[in-house]
């Protein structure tokens, strides 16, 4: 007599197709960020070999704080376009921040802690403007941010000079209690002759915070769903109006957290300040992994296009070339990292 196999044994006896086994290499390059991983140790050593002062400790703290405050930005930045958004106003933003403070604390006494919670505030105001008018309205964010990108631009310089009568801030070390902010956002911590600035902390900080936000908490989940699948995230509950705009006040923070680490650095800040720096930012995030379509990218990947960007900057100078090779390079970073990210993302898409 003939026993027949039971459904549950015969599944149990072969292997489920659906499943498939990932090399451990596979999963690694399948990681955002491992590109800028390769091209920022690539950076690093073609410099630290053509140059003598890259590697000491006086040339890295030089662009370590360029570095810093690009990542800050950077990194702010990449969360929102993983959301699947754009923000051209980031880089005026560092600037209207740190003229705010100058402004309130220099020319009309108020106190320098108050000035910096204005400041914040208003950002945190305009980056929800941002944020609300993109989801009502359904206008592209590009067109958006365009546009807050001009009025504070026009602010910073038209508004700053009926003022002041100047485009510039004077005397911020003069301000009572300048230096409890500037031992906050400022400061320099000497390391083997060489500093290493507030700002580099910060960096360090907000790349960690944004990655655990992103990896390990539901609104991380919120963050990757609507950027990938907006209207499937709405379906399935994900709060989408909230989680846009709490990322572009998530950018206005980070924009017065850079503008608050250069105005305690320098003591000064311009109404051109930050001014052309939010293509740089984006460049970051994109050579750090993130797709310009949204749903996809990394927070380290960011932080360390922004290094890459630092060491590119100060390594041209130090090598003695002429400084307008920097556009060519980061022209081809973009290209070079847009390709690989497509890649990248096509293989990871046929090997579901």
């Not at 305009?126 to 008018?133: E, H, S, T």
């Not at 911590?189 to 790349?207: D, K, R």
């Not at 990394?298 to 932080?303: D, E, K, Q, R, V």
């Not at 090779?325 to 993302?345: Q, Y």
């Amino acid at each position: 007599m003939t026993t027949a196999t039971a459904p549950d044994e015969q599944a149990d006896e072969q292997a489920d197709e659906r499943v498939s086994s990932t090399s451990t290499f596979g999963r690694i390059l399948k990681r955002p960020e491992v590109g800028a991983l390769i091209a920022a140790i690539t950076v690093f050593v073609f410099f630290a070999v053509i140059t003598d002062v890259f590697v000491t400790p006086s040339g890295a703290s030089t662009w370590l704080r360029s570095a810093s405050t690009i990542g800050i930005m950077a990194v702010g930045v990449a969360l929102l376009m993983i959301g699947g958004e754009f923000d051209l106003s980031a880089g005026a933003m560092t600037g209207f921040t740190g003229l705010a403070v100058g402004v309130m604390t220099t020319e009309y006494g108020l106190n320098v802690w108050a000035a910096m919670a204005v400041a914040l505030v208003l950002a945190l105001v305009i980056g929800a403007l941002n944020g609300v008018l993109v989801m009502r309205t359904g206008l592209p964010s590009f067109i958006v941010t365009l546009g807050t990108f001009f009025v504070l631009q026009g602010i910073d310089l038209a508004v700053v000079k009926v003022l002041i009568g100047q485009v510039a801030i004077q005397g911020m070390s003069d301000v009572p209690f300048y230096d409890q902010p500037k031992a906050l956002f400022g400061s320099a911590l000497n390391v083997a002759g060489g500093n290493v600035y507030a700002s580099v902390f910060w960096w360090i900080g907000v790349t960690a915070v944004a990655t655990w936000v992103l990896l390990r908490t539901k609104v991380g989940n919120w963050i990757f769903a609507v950027g990938g699948a907006q209207t499937a995230s709405r379906q399935v509950g994900v709060p989408v109006f909230r989680t846009k705009v709490g990322l572009f006040m998530t950018t206005a923070f980070a924009g017065w957290l850079a503008g608050m680490c250069l105005l305690f650095t320098t003591s000064t800040v311009q109404s051109n300040t930050g001014v052309g720096q939010e293509f740089i930012y984006i460049i970051c995030a994109v050579v750090g992994g993130c797709l310009l379509t949204g749903g996809y990218g990394s927070a380290i990947g960011a932080a360390l296009g922004a290094l890459i960007y630092g060491m590119t900057n100060q390594g041209i100078v130090y090598a003695g070339w002429d400084n307008n090779w920097l556009k060519a390079f980061l022209g081809v970073m973009l290209l070079g990292a847009v390709l690989l990210n497509e890649w990248v993302r096509k293989r990871a898409e046929t090997s579901r």
